[in-house]
Structure formats: structure tokens, C-alpha cells
């Protein structure tokens, strides 16, 4: 466990380059302070195949603001290893496409899973804000998930939370390829809330709605938007007609 007790730890400079902060390949919680991430040449936390990663109150910001030297990385990047994210805030300038190792061109984004990789944000806030070179064809959002990879939003307790986690992107709240899982919090984007793949589970009682035309406020701005969260579902009656069917 890595305590960082409100510090801040930035990119250092390695062979020319500024590089990545973390790489974990092994079973790593790190709590309590700030990454701050600036025009590096990797994802400021990079959790690697097999590894196990935990990060708790957390600030991180990924700063790169050019699309053409490739260094618009994400806060988060989960290669096939276990990444849950708790009392976070995430936020990067994340674009392009990143290849997946079936060919697959997956939007990076702020939060990034792949491969066959599992990530869990019970909790915290992830924006994505695009920079101002970006191409608008790019289906940037907030977090990314791609093809046999599961995403799981807040914790399956028979409770909905409407406020945590909460996922803000400039074009797409979340964009999906695999597996979503939703059970807590709101997503929203410029665009739409969800490109892709439709939850496969939430909570029981509670169904999802997406809301158009709403206002949501990013770099600054209110723009209007696509909200996606859940309602209570209605409650059944039984009569003695309905037991006779």
C-alpha cells in the first residue's frame, strides 16, 4: 500500500521523455493524495495484465493538450488486470484511438479498460475533457470499456445512488464494447450518455432512463446534453385478477 498523505508526485523525465507515474503488475493500493500528470508519454496509472489495483481518494489529472505527439494519455488504463476506483476524481484531455489486441480501435478516455480487463468505480467523479485540436469524429468519453471487458458502475446492494459515481464526458459519458454492469450514479455527455453496448445488469426494482436536453457543465461551460440515470421502477398491484392469469 502506497499512502501518499496529500502529497503530490509529478512526471519525471527519463531517456528525453516525461513518463508515466505508476505501473503496477502486482496487487497495489494507493490512497490519499495527487498525480499530477503532465504531457506524458503514458497513462499517469498504468495497471498492466494480471495486476490488481486500488485506488482511494485520489486526485489525478492528465494534462496533455496536443493530439499530434501522442500525448493525451489517461488518468486511469486498465490492461486486463482488476482496477476499482473509490472516492475519486479523474480527469484528462485523453483522445485518439488506442488498438486493442483484437484489432478493435478503442476511444482512449479518462478511465480506459481493456483486454479483458475488469474495472470497478464504486465511487468519485470522471471527466473527460477533450482538447482544443481534437477532431470532432472522435468518440471520446469519459471511460472507455472494450470488447470481453466489464465495467461495473457503484456497488449492487439493492440501493441506488444517484450521485456517485458520476461520469462526465465532452462527446460520450461512457463508451462500450463490453460489459456493463450499472448499478449506482449518473453518466453524461455532449453527444450522449452511452455509445454502445446497453447495461446488462442494474439493480433489481430500479430501471434506466436516458434523458435528453439536459444542461451539464464541463471545462467551464453549460452545454446541453444527454443524461443517463435510473428510476424506481413502479410498484406491481396484484388483484385477484391478475393471480387468475
Not at 169 to 196: M, Q
Request: hydrophobic share 30%; aromatic share 6%; proline share 4%.
Amino acid at each position: 500500500t502506497i499512502n501518499l498523505e496529500g502529497h503530490t508526485i509529478s512526471n519525471a523525465m527519463v531517456d528525453g521523455k516525461l513518463v508515466g507515474l505508476i505501473k503496477n503488475n502486482g496487487n497495489l493500493t494507493i490512497t490519499g493524495g495527487t498525480f499530477d500528470s503532465t504531457r506524458a508519454s503514458a497513462s499517469a496509472i498504468d495497471n498492466n495484465p494480471g495486476g490488481v489495483l486500488v485506488i482511494d481518494g485520489l486526485t489525478i489529472i492528465a494534462k496533455g493538450d496536443d493530439k499530434n505527439n501522442n500525448n493525451n494519455k489517461q488518468a486511469v488504463f486498465n490492461d486486463n488486470g482488476h482496477c476499482t476506483i473509490r472516492n475519486c476524481y479523474l480527469e484528462s484531455k485523453a483522445s485518439g484511438q488506442y488498438k486493442d489486441k483484437w484489432n478493435k480501435q478503442i476511444p482512449r478516455c479518462s478511465a480506459h479498460n481493456i483486454n479483458g480487463g475488469t474495472m470497478i468505480i464504486e465511487s468519485g467523479t470522471v471527466i473527460n475533457k477533450l482538447p482544443t485540436t481534437i477532431d470532432s469524429s472522435y468518440k471520446n468519453a469519459a471511460v472507455s470499456n472494450g470488447p470481453n471487458s466489464t465495467l461495473i458502475l457503484g456497488i449492487k446492494d439493492e440501493l441506488y445512488n444517484e450521485d456517485n459515481p458520476t461520469l462526465v464526458g465532452k462527446k460520450y459519458g461512457i463508451y462500450n464494447a463490453g460489459t456493463l454492469e450499472y448499478y449506482d450514479g449518473t453518466f453524461s455527455g455532449r453527444t450522449a450518455a452511452l455509445y454502445g453496448t446497453e447495461p446488462a445488469e442494474i439493480e433489481d426494482y430500479y430501471d434506466q432512463q436516458t434523458t435528453s436536453g439536459v444542461e451539464i457543465t464541463l471545462q467551464g461551460e453549460t452545454e446541453v446534453g444527454t443524461y443517463y440515470k435510473r428510476s424506481l421502477l413502479p410498484p406491481i398491484t396484484i388483484t385477484p385478477s391478475t393471480l387468475e392469469r
